[in-house]
Each structure stands twice: as structure tokens, then as C-alpha cells.
């Protein structure tokens, strides 16, 4: 069993930038797939960014050239840098995990940004 815990989130001004992070309790080496979704009120949780094993990234087409997902596997930690933040940015983010095909989420954190 892994637990994830993401942090970072905040309110910022638009055009400013937030890193969130995503700890795991166990090693992530190894893992299949992580990845970060955000869900704004009223909406159904959307996919931001993902990265696989085999190191494919997928980026939202809304986030295309501001966000980045990394890994650091020695802090079992997955990272979301966010620069040039916008309204529609708000929303909850949450981490994912699969490791050894289990399906491992976050609790969420909140990222507000005001215009």
C-alpha cells in the first residue's frame, strides 16, 4: 500500500508560478505510470500531465508549454512545476500513481489563482 500526499498548492496572481509535489510513502521506482488531474467545481476531473515508464509525457492541451511533470525517484516524490498560471487553472490537483497495476491517488490539493 502506498499513500500519496501532494503539497504546493496556494493562491497566486495570474502569470505567476506554483511547484506541487506529490510524496510517496514507498519507492515510486519502478512505477508504471504518474501523473497529475485537477478537477475545478462543477467539472469532471480532467488528465494535466502524465509520464510513463518507458518516458512518454503527456501534457493537457491547455497546459502545453507551462506545466511540467518530473519524477525524483530518490524522494519517491513526482513534481508539477505550473509557470504562467491562469484563471482557468483553478482547480483541485491530484496526484496518480500505478505501481504493479495498483491505482494509488492523492487527497488533492488546492491551487487558486485570481486575476
Known amino acids: 500500500q502506498v499513500q500519496l500526499v501532494e503539497s504546493g498548492g496556494g493562491l497566486v496572481r495570474a502569470g505567476e508560478s506554483l511547484r506541487l509535489s506529490c510524496a510517496a510513502s514507498?519507492?515510486?521506482?519502478?512505477?508504471?505510470?504518474v501523473g497529475w488531474y485537477r478537477q475545478a467545481p462543477g467539472k469532471q476531473r480532467e488528465s494535466v500531465a502524465r509520464?510513463?515508464?518507458?518516458?512518454?509525457?503527456y501534457y493537457a492541451d491547455s497546459v502545453k508549454g507551462r506545466f511540467t511533470i518530473s519524477t525524483d525517484n530518490a524522494k519517491n516524490t513526482v513534481y508539477l512545476q505550473m509557470n504562467s498560471l491562469k484563471v482557468e487553472d483553478t482547480a483541485v490537483y491530484y496526484c496518480?500513481?500505478?505501481?504493479?497495476?495498483?491505482?494509488?491517488w492523492g487527497q488533492g490539493t488546492q491551487v487558486t489563482v485570481s486575476s
Open positions: 509520464a510513463t515508464s518507458s518516458g512518454d509525457t
Open positions: 514507498g519507492s515510486i521506482v519502478g512505477a508504471n505510470a
Open positions: 496518480r500513481i500505478i505501481i504493479a497495476a495498483r491505482d494509488y
